[in-house]
């Protein structure tokens, strides 16, 4: 059985010790946590009165209100429930890809996956696991606890990223399963149909999901940094293109540019999370100031 | 377009270079696995056409770099119509080269071919320019340099045309060639032109054509220059010579009979109608009409009383009438003129009755007629007993001989002395000295009776004037004679008997040579021991012609030819100063020498044809010298085999001085096109340099964006 120490070292644990993550918009959650539920319930915060019926729990009877009214009205408070964090992870060949000593863009997300997951763990909420490709491969609902978790970090080291992309068509039955309202965190190079994914993405966000978009990318897709003339091998596809990579450079970045700007516009439509990430960037980095900015700007 | 150094270009493999390397890199493309190709595929069809271009342009201008270079330096030169427009013309050194070997005396068209080779040489002249050099080779059996260096100065260079002689010697263009090749090898940057005026004679290129690559070697082969063959023109001269002549009488005897066989060849394409000439000495003894048919070579006797003449030689001429070459047309010969032959006569014993001494019958025959002297010695005496002034010695049955005699006899062989031994009882084959031409082996008996004789060569000079057809040589009445092993260089003369031996029997009469000298064995005794040889009537008369024979000196009949060197005669005494005298009269004289002999070269080269005498004491020495025959054929050497020998030199043939102008006319304006090439060259250098930056920028240009991470996408408000 994986264990997290494969993901995540003792030093990088206790860094996220401190970190919290939260959902922006209302969820539920079926166990008494932290996060603000939509569902009104007994709860330490006042929300409204209504008229008391009979059966109701004479406990939140709010007598100062009769004193007043010599009427009887029930306070009805905001539930705080458990967090459902749904991760899913592109786990498509394109994935696999790495150039030098950086680590895959899959290890990268679970290596995200795992930081996240320690974080939700230790605020005793829910982490669900899925891994995508063409079709849906791992599917684990979500759950708390540290057998769970372990779980899901099995299920991260044994998949090996292969198979072509088809984000969208998995994107979208995952929607219509996910009954529950959480927070989703979509791992992918978005090396796909942009239309299908931000179709997804907006199923999501119509079930009103909290989404975070995080777009994983090698150093060498973000620079293209060969110099001689190559045959460049799509790693789902196979298809072969020979290009000299020093005359096409400029041309590839600002295509990819517009791509990222794209993506980025569409999710701010959207109010979806969109973060860029390079390989090369530490992912201890990269939670650590996400969850500090993604705080500051929900402040 | 010609080039001076053509071999340059084989540099242009080198255009390989780039195209290997750049197919070598086209191989070393490395396959990158690549998340997506998406954005790659959207901007590769511009940039893949592009590169291509550019690549492909790039191997194009590379290989044209250079292959401009090497065609640079191949160094070409073109004919201009304005030479000055490029600069002038390009620099020459031209050699050239005139034959005059004795077939260019041949006349055709009212001049001798060497002065219509001349007058072509010359011509040459009105076509050099300012800087254009000048050497001039004359050709015959040798090079002679007369400019050897290239000269600005034509003056000079034409002098030297104008002084060039007909010569008397064969032709041979090898040595003229190869220095011409030598010339051109130390000259200075430019065209390069040997011109080589000549009849082209087939004879004169033969050593060119046996082994062209030891004539056109390596200096030819470096700087290939220019060669054009001139012949003054392509008639076909009359021409006849005596190719050989042979005497028949051995020595000339005024008022006697004096034979000889003339050789004619008619070389011409018309029959021969003339007359053969002989003179002996001022006098003309008498001529013969010929007849030959084009081509065909016929014999022509001749029989005269010769004149009477003084001295020990006498010179003679056979001539023809005249024809286009007339070097060839006099053959000069030598014939010793008879005197007494003197005589030792050599016996083993001396003792008894004189009639019973093996010398008895000797001396008698050769004292008959009083024309022999003789002194007659024991061979004992022959230890101390000096040979000098001698024409032959005879043994009569000397026994075994001391080494001092054997060595003397040697000697007197080596001054073209004859010994001529009749052995007998006392003669033992382990005595026999090493002289001899036959070893003596076994005595053997004869059957009783007559034994008939048989001449084997009846033009032998022992039997000219004495036994033919007509007058056979008698039978002999002999009862023994000796058994001989034979040496490889012994000739048997007569045989006797029938049945025996390769010539149906024994041989008789056996004549060896040593150097200059001769060996006679007459195989029977002196003596009546034998048989009654002594009492027969060949007796006498065969021991007369030995002893006449001993006085013809051996070896005069060699042929000599103009250029061939002099040696001592062995007939001359070394203790006494030689006088030396030349067909022109020029004398040139020559200290005594006790250790020249037969080797010893009195003339290098003879350099004309005529009499050169050499005269030491008493002694004189005629050499006839003639002009080689082979210059005789006009034929000239086939083009294509001239074409084949100096191959792949560029080689013109030319006839005539019209062709010669013509030629010069068009090879003119030669422009040197090597400095256009050059500029071209820089000019593709630069343009390549130029793209490759080109390149290499925009390559650059990819690096210039970057691409920003980590932000995270601002919200819109809730």
Same mark, same amino acid.
């Not at chain 2, 940057?189 to 070697?217: K, Y």
């Not at chain 2, 003339?262 to 008498?286: F, M």
């Given at each position: 059985?994986?264990?997290?120490?494969?993901?995540?070292?003792?030093?990088?644990?206790?860094?996220?010790?401190?970190?919290?993550?939260?959902?922006?918009?209302?969820?539920?959650?079926?166990?008494?946590?932290?996060?603000?539920?939509?569902?009104?319930?007994?709860?330490?915060?006042?929300?409204?009165?209504?008229?008391?019926?009979?059966?109701?729990?004479?406990?939140?009877?709010?007598?100062?209100?009769?004193?007043?009214?010599?009427?009887?009205?029930?306070?009805?408070?905001?539930?705080?429930?458990?967090?459902?964090?749904?991760?899913?992870?592109?786990?498509?060949?394109?994935?696999?890809?790495?150039?030098?000593?950086?680590?895959?863009?899959?290890?990268?997300?679970? &290596?995200?996956?795992?930081?996240?997951?320690?974080?939700?763990?230790?605020?005793?909420?829910?982490?669900?696991?899925?891994?995508?490709?063409?079709?849906?491969?791992?599917?684990?609902?979500?759950?708390?606890?540290?057998?769970?978790?372990?779980?899901?970090?099995?299920?991260?080291?044994?998949?090996?990223?292969?198979?072509?992309?088809?984000?969208?068509?998995?994107?979208?039955?995952?929607?219509?399963?996910?009954?529950?309202?959480?927070?989703?965190?979509?791992?992918?190079?978005?090396?796909?149909?942009?239309?299908?994914?931000?179709?997804?993405?907006?199923?999501?966000?119509?079930?009103?999901?909290?989404?975070?978009?995080?777009?994983?990318?090698?150093?060498?897709?973000?620079?293209?940094?060969?110099?001689?003339?190559?045959?460049?091998?799509?790693?789902?596809?196979?298809?072969?293109?020979?290009?000299?990579?020093?005359?096409?450079?400029?041309?590839?970045?600002?295509? +990819?540019?517009?791509?990222?700007?794209?993506?980025?516009?569409?999710?701010?439509?959207?109010?979806?999370?969109?973060?860029?990430?390079?390989?090369?960037?530490?992912?201890?980095?990269?939670?650590?100031?996400?969850?500090?900015?993604?705080?500051?700007?929900?402040? | 377009?010609?080039?001076?150094?053509?071999?340059?270009?084989?540099?242009?493999?080198?255009?390989?270079?780039?195209?290997?390397?750049?197919?070598?890199?086209?191989?070393?493309?490395?396959?990158?696995?690549?998340?997506?190709?998406?954005?790659?595929?959207?901007?590769?069809?511009?940039?893949?056409?592009?590169?291509?271009?550019?690549?492909?342009?790039?191997?194009?201008?590379?290989?044209?770099?250079?292959?401009?270079?090497?065609?640079?330096?191949?160094?070409?030169?073109?004919?201009?119509?304005?030479?000055?427009?490029?600069?002038?013309?390009?620099?020459?050194?031209?050699?050239?080269?005139?034959?005059?070997?004795?077939?260019?005396?041949?006349?055709?068209?009212?001049?001798?071919?060497?002065?219509?080779?001349?007058?072509?040489?010359?011509?040459?002249?009105?076509?050099?320019?300012?800087?254009?050099?000048?050497?001039?080779?004359?050709?015959?059996?040798?090079?002679?340099?007369?400019?050897?260096?290239?000269?600005?100065?034509?003056?000079?260079?034409?002098?030297?045309?104008?002084?060039?002689?007909?010569?008397?010697?064969?032709?041979?263009?090898?040595?003229?060639?190869?220095?011409?090749?030598?010339?051109?090898?130390?000259?200075?940057?430019?065209?390069?032109?040997?011109?080589?005026?000549?009849?082209?004679?087939?004879?004169?290129?033969?050593?060119?054509?046996?082994?062209?690559?030891?004539?056109?070697?390596?200096?030819?082969?470096?700087?290939?220059?220019?060669?054009?063959?001139?012949?003054?023109?392509?008639?076909?001269?009359?021409?006849?010579?005596?190719?050989?002549?042979?005497?028949?009488?051995?020595?000339?005897?005024?008022?006697?009979?004096?034979?000889?066989?003339?050789?004619?060849?008619?070389?011409?394409?018309?029959?021969?109608?003339?007359?053969?000439?002989?003179?002996?000495?001022?006098?003309?003894?008498?001529?013969?009409?010929?007849?030959?048919?084009?081509?065909?070579?016929?014999?022509?006797?001749?029989?005269?009383?010769?004149?009477?003449?003084?001295?020990?030689?006498?010179?003679?001429?056979?001539?023809?009438?005249?024809?286009?070459?007339?070097?060839?047309?006099?053959?000069?010969?030598?014939?010793?003129?008879?005197?007494?032959?003197?005589?030792?006569?050599?016996?083993?014993?001396?003792?008894?009755?004189?009639? +019973?001494?093996?010398?008895?019958?000797?001396?008698?025959?050769?004292?008959?007629?009083?024309?022999?002297?003789?002194?007659?010695?024991?061979?004992?005496?022959?230890?101390?007993?000096?040979?000098?002034?001698?024409?032959?010695?005879?043994?009569?049955?000397?026994?075994?001989?001391?080494?001092?005699?054997?060595?003397?006899?040697?000697?007197?062989?080596?001054?073209?002395?004859?010994?001529?031994?009749?052995?007998?009882?006392?003669?033992?084959?382990?005595?026999?000295?090493?002289?001899?031409?036959?070893?003596?082996?076994?005595?053997?008996?004869?059957?009783?009776?007559?034994?008939?004789?048989?001449?084997?060569?009846?033009?032998?000079?022992?039997?000219?004037?004495?036994?033919?057809?007509?007058?056979?040589?008698?039978?002999?009445?002999?009862?023994?004679?000796?058994?001989?092993?034979?040496?490889?260089?012994?000739?048997?003369?007569?045989?006797?008997?029938?049945?025996?031996?390769?010539?149906?029997?024994?041989?008789?009469?056996?004549?060896?040579?040593?150097?200059?000298?001769?060996?006679?064995?007459?195989?029977?005794?002196?003596?009546?021991?034998?048989?009654?040889?002594?009492?027969?009537?060949?007796?006498?008369?065969?021991?007369?012609?030995?002893?006449?024979?001993?006085?013809?000196?051996?070896?005069?009949?060699?042929?000599?030819?103009?250029?061939?060197?002099?040696?001592?005669?062995?007939?001359?005494?070394?203790?006494?100063?030689?006088?030396?005298?030349?067909?022109?009269?020029?004398?040139?004289?020559?200290?005594?020498?006790?250790?020249?002999?037969?080797?010893?070269?009195?003339?290098?080269?003879?350099?004309?044809?005529?009499?050169?005498?050499?005269?030491?004491?008493?002694?004189?020495?005629?050499?006839?010298?003639?002009?080689?025959?082979?210059?005789?054929?006009?034929?000239?050497?086939?083009?294509?085999?001239?074409?084949?020998?100096?191959?792949?030199?560029?080689?013109?043939?030319?006839?005539? &001085?019209?062709?010669?102008?013509?030629?010069?006319?068009?090879?003119?304006?030669?422009?040197?096109?090597?400095?256009?090439?050059?500029?071209?060259?820089?000019?593709?250098?630069?343009?390549?340099?130029?793209?490759?930056?080109?390149?290499?920028?925009?390559?650059?240009?990819?690096?210039?964006?970057?691409?920003?991470?980590?932000?995270?996408?601002?919200?819109?408000?809730?």
């Amino acid at each position: 059985m994986q264990s997290i120490s494969d993901f995540l070292t003792p030093e990088g644990m206790r860094k996220l010790e401190a970190l919290t993550l939260r959902s922006r918009t209302l969820v539920e959650g079926f166990r008494a946590g932290s996060h603000a539920s939509p569902l009104k319930g007994a709860s330490i915060e006042f929300a409204d009165h209504r008229q008391y019926v009979k059966g109701d729990n004479l406990r939140n009877l709010d007598w100062k209100v009769f004193g007043r009214t010599e009427r009887y009205f029930i306070k009805q408070f905001e539930e705080e429930t458990n967090l459902r964090v749904y991760v899913m992870i592109d786990g498509s060949g394109s994935m696999g890809f790495r150039s030098g000593e950086h680590l895959s863009k899959y290890d990268y997300a679970c &290596r995200i996956a795992a930081s996240l997951g320690y974080i939700v763990g230790k605020q005793q909420d829910s982490l669900g696991l899925t891994i995508y490709d063409d079709k849906v491969r791992e599917e684990i609902p979500a759950r708390g606890g540290m057998r769970h978790f372990r779980l899901i970090l099995e299920r991260l080291a044994a998949h090996r990223p292969e198979g072509r992309t088809d984000t969208g068509k998995a994107l979208h039955a995952l929607a219509e399963r996910t009954f529950r309202r959480g927070l989703i965190v979509l791992m992918s190079d978005l090396l796909d149909d942009p239309e299908a994914i931000f179709k997804a993405v907006a199923h999501f966000r119509k079930k009103l999901h909290d989404v975070i978009l995080i777009q994983l990318l090698d150093p060498a897709e973000l620079t293209l940094p060969f110099e001689r003339v190559a045959q460049f091998v799509d790693m789902e596809t196979g298809e072969k293109l020979e290009i000299d990579p020093s005359l096409a450079r400029l041309a590839y970045q600002k295509e +990819l540019q517009e791509f990222i700007d794209g993506c980025r516009e569409k999710c701010a439509v959207m109010n979806v999370d969109y973060r860029l990430v390079s390989t090369a960037e530490s992912f201890e980095d990269f939670i650590h100031h996400y969850l500090a900015e993604r705080r500051r700007m929900s402040l | 377009m010609n080039f001076l150094a053509p071999w340059m270009l084989y540099g242009l493999a080198a255009i390989a270079a780039p195209i290997a390397i750049h197919l070598w890199r086209r191989r070393q493309i490395q396959a990158i696995p690549f998340g997506s190709l998406r954005f790659l595929k959207a901007i590769a069809s511009r940039t893949r056409r592009s590169s291509r271009v550019e690549n492909l342009l790039l191997l194009f201008l590379r290989c044209l770099l250079f292959a401009l270079i090497v065609a640079a330096a191949a160094r070409p030169v073109m004919l201009a119509r304005s030479a000055q427009l490029f600069g002038g013309e390009v620099p020459r050194t031209v050699i050239l080269i005139i034959d005059h070997s004795a077939s260019m005396g041949a006349r055709a068209g009212g001049q001798t071919r060497l002065e219509a080779a001349k007058a072509c040489a010359l011509s040459v002249f009105d076509d050099l320019k300012q800087g254009d050099r000048v050497a001039v080779i004359a050709a015959s059996d040798r090079a002679g340099l007369l400019v050897a260096e290239p000269t600005i100065d034509r003056d000079v260079a034409r002098k030297a045309v104008a002084g060039i002689r007909l010569t008397e010697t064969r032709g041979d263009f090898a040595p003229a060639l190869r220095e011409a090749g030598k010339i051109t090898a130390k000259a200075e940057r430019g065209l390069r032109q040997v011109f080589l005026f000549t009849d082209s004679q087939e004879t004169g290129w033969r050593p060119t054509l046996a082994h062209p690559e030891a004539v056109f070697d390596l200096p030819w082969k470096q700087e290939t220059p220019q060669l054009v063959v001139v012949r003054p023109d392509d008639l076909s001269p009359r021409n006849a010579c005596i190719k050989e002549l042979r005497l028949l009488s051995p020595f000339l005897v005024g008022g006697s009979t004096f034979r000889g066989v003339a050789t004619v060849e008619n070389l011409s394409s018309a029959p021969l109608h003339d007359l053969v000439q002989i003179t002996i000495g001022n006098e003309r003894a008498g001529q013969r009409p010929v007849d030959a048919a084009p081509g065909a070579t016929v014999e022509v006797p001749f029989e005269f009383e010769a004149p009477g003449v003084e001295g020990s030689w006498a010179r003679g001429t056979a001539r023809l009438s005249g024809d286009d070459l007339p070097a060839d047309d006099a053959y000069y010969f030598s014939i010793p003129v008879y005197r007494p032959p003197r005589v030792t006569l050599a016996e083993g014993t001396q003792l008894g009755p004189e009639r +019973l001494r093996p010398s008895f019958f000797l001396r008698k025959a050769l004292e008959a007629g009083g024309a022999i002297r003789v002194r007659t010695i024991s061979a004992a005496a022959l230890d101390d007993t000096g040979l000098e002034g001698q024409s032959a010695v005879f043994l009569a049955d000397p026994g075994r001989l001391s080494d001092r005699a054997i060595a003397r006899l040697e000697r007197f062989l080596e001054s073209g002395g004859t010994v001529a031994l009749f052995p007998g009882d006392q003669t033992r084959p382990a005595d026999a000295p090493a002289f001899l031409p036959a070893r003596p082996t076994a005595p053997r008996d004869l059957p009783p009776g007559r034994q008939p004789v048989r001449i084997a060569d009846s033009a032998h000079p022992l039997f000219a004037d004495a036994w033919d057809n007509g007058t056979p040589f008698p039978a002999l009445p002999q009862k023994r004679l000796l058994d001989w092993k034979l040496t490889p260089q012994a000739a048997v003369l007569l045989t006797l008997g029938a049945g025996e031996g390769a010539e149906g029997g024994a041989p008789f009469l056996i004549q060896g040579e040593r150097g200059p000298g001769r060996v006679l064995i007459v195989n029977a005794s002196a003596d009546r021991t034998w048989g009654d040889f002594p009492l027969s009537p060949a007796f006498l008369p065969l021991v007369q012609q030995i002893a006449r024979y001993s006085a013809t000196q051996p070896g005069r009949a060699t042929r000599l030819s103009v250029g061939d060197p002099l040696t001592l005669p062995p007939n001359l005494p070394r203790n006494k100063p030689l006088a030396l005298t030349l067909p022109s009269g020029e004398a040139r004289t020559r200290p005594a020498d006790a250790a020249a002999d037969s080797r010893t070269v009195l003339l290098e080269r003879a350099d004309a044809s005529g009499f050169y005498s050499a005269s030491a004491g008493e002694e004189t020495a005629i050499f006839p010298v003639n002009v080689d025959r082979a210059e005789s054929d006009l034929k000239a050497a086939p083009p294509e085999a001239l074409e084949k020998a100096t191959a792949p030199l560029a080689l013109t043939q030319l006839t005539g &001085r019209d062709a010669l102008t013509q030629w010069l006319q068009k090879s003119k304006g030669l422009v040197p096109f090597w400095p256009f090439l050059l500029g071209a060259a820089l000019a593709v250098f630069i343009l390549e340099a130029v793209l490759a930056n080109l390149v290499a920028r925009r390559r650059a240009q990819g690096e210039a964006i970057t691409i920003a991470t980590g932000r995270l996408t601002r919200r819109r408000t809730v």
